[in-house]
């Protein structure tokens, strides 16, 4: 692996588990020193921090509730004082919640709202106070801001949607910063969010993908460490899939 990330500083959301830990250790691999948050695994956050300390740069795990806007915005501030600045901000942490609109709670679409879309942007907006010109604001989308193809999915959908006319409108504030913001948009990744057997995912893949199989959380990663490395200047305000042809 090359060292392309050495002496840049990354805060990844919810990077415990799933996409997010993937990320955490991709940029740890390629030289990037390392925060990210958590919010009910310690256990899982020790053993990530372990991995990233073993490739040979700082890292450190931060519990806090992407829901708590206070709580996210000490994340920035504690990874600025403890990294020494912040180069990179992954916005992953996510929720999915998915019911009948008969049954579909305010409580749960408070929640879906108050982590997939105003954690990013009290993310951003703390980050970017510290960020210098080459930084990188990288959200973690979905494919379902594209397309939706069953019922009870519509509050996480719009949600997802959101990230596109953020990162579009924030492009224009941060474009004469040198700062970038992106969307990366995956299609169905095995995680603990969306495991890969199973009725759901059988359906899934046979009728909505043109490659009839999960992602993996390495494959979303690699996209984030190429948005987050220094080819990728010229990309701001985009939502890009990579989604297995989900959205074709
Ligand atoms: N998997 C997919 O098919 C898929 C597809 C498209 C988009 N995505 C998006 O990708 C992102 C990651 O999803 P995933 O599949 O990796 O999910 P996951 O397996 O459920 O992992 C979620 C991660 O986010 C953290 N998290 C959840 N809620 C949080 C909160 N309120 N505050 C702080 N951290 C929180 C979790 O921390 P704890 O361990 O502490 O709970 C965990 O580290 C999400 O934004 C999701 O919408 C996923």
Redesign the pocket.
């Known amino acids: 692996m090359n060292h392309t990330l050495k002496n840049k500083r990354a805060l990844i959301?919810?990077?415990?588990?799933?996409?997010?830990?993937a990320i955490v250790k991709r940029l740890a691999s390629e030289g990037a020193d390392v925060a990210f948050?958590?919010?009910?695994?310690p256990d899982?956050?020790n053993e990530i921090t372990q991995a990233a300390q073993g490739l040979g740069v700082r890292a450190l795990a931060i519990q806090?509730?992407?829901?708590d806007a206070s709580a996210v915005v000490a994340a920035v501030e504690q990874t600025v004082d403890k990294l020494g600045g912040i180069d990179i901000l992954v916005n992953?942490?996510?929720?999915?919640a998915i019911a009948p609109i008969d049954d579909f709670t305010l409580a749960d679409f408070d929640r879906t709202l108050a982590?997939?879309v105003r954690?990013v942007f009290v993310a951003t907006q703390a980050a970017v106070k510290h960020m210098k010109e080459g930084g990188r604001i990288i959200n973690?989308?979905?494919?379902?801001a594209e397309r939706m193809p069953f019922a009870g999915g519509g509050v996480?959908a719009m949600s997802?949607s959101a990230l596109q006319g953020l990162v579009q409108g924030l492009s224009r504030d941060l474009g004469p910063r040198g700062i970038t913001i992106n969307n990366v948009?995956?299609?169905?990744?095995?995680?603990?969010?969306?495991p890969p057997e199973g009725e759901f995912a059988e359906m899934l893949k046979k009728q909505f993908m043109a490659l009839p199989r999960?992602?993996t959380?390495e494959e979303?990663a690699g996209m984030v460490a190429y948005l987050a490395g220094p080819e990728s200047g010229y990309i701001t305000g985009a939502s890009l899939t990579i989604d297995g042809g989900f959205s074709a």
Not at 37 to 41: H, V
Not at 92 to 96: D, E, T
Request: net charge neutral; aromatic share 6%.
């Open positions: 959301t919810g990077g415990s588990r799933g996409i997010g830990a948050t958590y919010s009910s695994s899982q956050a806090a509730d992407s829901a992953n942490a996510g929720v999915l982590v997939n954690a973690i989308g979905s494919t379902n996480y997802k948009q995956p299609g169905p990744v095995a995680t603990d969010m969306n999960y992602g959380v979303i």
